[in-house]
């Protein structure tokens, strides 16, 4: 990479967690093939952790991210974060009062984007619990981000495959409701914004020209003609008609037993899905280790591994590091796209 290249940026994540583990063994394992990074984290933790764990992984504190080109082929650099308490945490053990590092580091993050200091971030997992408890009022990364962005747009998640021979892309319309209040919630203006936004996303972010997408049902069947549910005519074909009278290419409402075996993934690049588990459940079992969450609709990039804290792995030294080096090699990815533009 070429020395004048901003390199990327992770956030440390909650420090109970499984994050700062795999970003030090993502790193110390294929350095070789990844874009230069850094890391918003307190460095001496992360030297016990590597030590700890076994990890054969240097740590360089940086005090600005263009040091981290000079120093990533010999050490991890770290932008360094200190706890707001003495106390090394304990994995598996989230900690409320170390909410305020783990947010300052989201903030720097965006701070440094917006100052065309990092080309994209990379975010460990946090715990909303903790953060709630601390008085975050946001629901997640997603929420966050799109309010500092100072956007007009709205964030949307999308989470993806790592399987580059035939992809998976799914974004769910409504995220982290009951599945009760996802129906209630489901509009046909929030299909069409979603729609919108990925249409938007497949072109800019990953290059594909005339972007295919698919629209799920809410009921089994797609409702079958409104015998199981009538939500398909009332709400989702409506958002469909509009998604076409604006020039996308869509098909749907499509039904959602049926829309992810290899043959059916040939017909579209990406698919809108009507509630959380319904995106989530094919793409954790078509590549488990390898899924990313990507945000669309920031003016920035940011990616994350497509997983949870693992506090019932954390500080095993067990936990696979695939979905940290995916995340990153996907930003780099859409860097890439975006400078085509």
Same mark, same amino acid.
């Given at each position: 990479?070429?020395?004048?290249?901003?390199?990327?940026?992770?956030?440390?994540?909650?420090?109970?967690?499984?994050?700062?583990?795999?970003?030090?063994?993502?790193?110390?394992?294929?350095?070789?093939?990844?874009?230069?990074?850094?890391?918003?984290?307190?460095?001496?933790?992360?030297?016990?952790?590597?030590?700890?764990?076994?990890?054969?992984?240097?740590?360089?504190?940086?005090?600005?991210?263009?040091?981290?080109?000079?120093?990533?082929?010999?050490?991890?650099?770290?932008?360094?974060?200190?706890?707001?308490?003495?106390?090394?945490?304990?994995?598996?053990?989230?900690?409320?009062?170390?909410?305020?590092?783990?947010?300052?580091?989201?903030?720097?993050?965006?701070?440094?984007?917006?100052?065309?200091?990092?080309?994209?971030?990379?975010?460990?997992?946090?715990?909303?619990?903790?953060?709630?408890?601390?008085?975050?009022?946001?629901?997640?990364?997603?929420?966050?981000?799109?309010?500092?962005?100072?956007?007009?747009?709205?964030?949307?998640?999308?989470?993806?495959?790592?399987?580059?021979?035939?992809?998976?892309?799914? +974004?769910?319309?409504?995220? /982290?409701?009951?599945?009760?209040?996802? =129906? #209630? *919630? %489901?509009?046909?203006?929030?299909? &069409?914004?979603?729609?919108?936004?990925?249409?938007?996303?497949?072109?800019?972010?990953?290059?594909?020209?005339?972007?295919?997408?698919?629209?799920?049902?809410?009921?089994?069947?797609?409702?079958?003609?409104?015998?199981?549910?009538?939500?398909?005519?009332?709400?989702?074909?409506?958002?469909?008609?509009?998604?076409?009278?604006?020039?996308?290419?869509?098909?749907?409402?499509?039904?959602?037993?049926?829309?992810?075996?290899?043959?059916?993934?040939?017909?579209?690049?990406? +698919?809108?899905?009507?509630? /959380?588990?319904?995106?989530?459940?094919? =793409? #954790? *079992? %078509?590549?488990?280790?390898?899924? &990313?969450?990507?945000?669309?609709?920031?003016?920035?990039?940011?990616?994350?591994?497509?997983?949870?804290?693992?506090?019932?792995?954390?500080?095993?030294?067990?936990?696979?590091?695939?979905?940290?080096?995916?995340?990153?090699?996907?930003?780099?990815?859409?860097?890439?796209?975006?400078?085509?533009?």
């Amino acid at each position: 990479m070429n020395s004048l290249t901003p390199p990327f940026v992770i956030t440390s994540g909650d420090p109970a967690g499984i994050g700062s583990e795999l970003t030090l063994k993502a790193y110390s394992k294929k350095k070789h093939i990844l874009p230069t990074f850094f890391i918003i984290d307190d460095a001496d933790r992360l030297n016990r952790l590597a030590e700890q764990l076994g990890i054969n992984c240097p740590i360089k504190t940086i005090s600005s991210p263009k040091e981290a080109n000079k120093c990533f082929n010999e050490a991890l650099p770290v932008l360094s974060l200190k706890l707001p308490f003495s106390e090394t945490p304990i994995p598996g053990k989230s900690e409320p009062k170390n909410s305020a590092s783990v947010i300052s580091s989201i903030d720097t993050a965006v701070s440094l984007i917006k100052e065309r200091k990092v080309r994209g971030m990379i975010t460990n997992p946090i715990n909303k619990l903790s953060l709630k408890k601390y008085g975050f009022p946001y629901n997640g990364h997603t929420d966050y981000l799109g309010y500092l962005s100072d956007s007009h747009k709205k964030a949307v998640m999308m989470l993806t495959s790592n399987k580059e021979n035939n992809p998976l892309r799914v +974004v769910p319309v409504t995220v /982290h409701l009951s599945l009760i209040e996802a =129906i #209630k *919630t %489901l509009t046909t203006s929030s299909i &069409v914004t979603h729609g919108e936004i990925v249409y938007s996303s497949l072109k800019e972010d990953f290059n594909i020209s005339n972007p295919r997408l698919a629209v799920s049902g809410l009921n089994p069947h797609a409702g079958e003609y409104g015998v199981l549910g009538s939500e398909e005519s009332t709400i989702i074909n409506p958002a469909v008609s509009i998604l076409k009278d604006k020039g996308i290419n869509v098909r749907g409402p499509l039904p959602a037993d049926s829309l992810f075996h290899t043959d059916a993934r040939q017909k579209f690049d990406a +698919v809108l899905c009507m509630y /959380h588990d319904q995106a989530l459940i094919p =793409i #954790k *079992t %078509l590549d488990f280790y390898g899924g &990313v969450n990507i945000t669309i609709g920031l003016p920035f990039i940011r990616t994350s591994p497509d997983h949870g804290t693992a506090f019932d792995i954390a500080g095993k030294g067990i936990g696979r590091e695939d979905s940290m080096i995916a995340a990153i090699k996907a930003a780099e990815r859409i860097a890439e796209n975006r400078d085509k533009k």
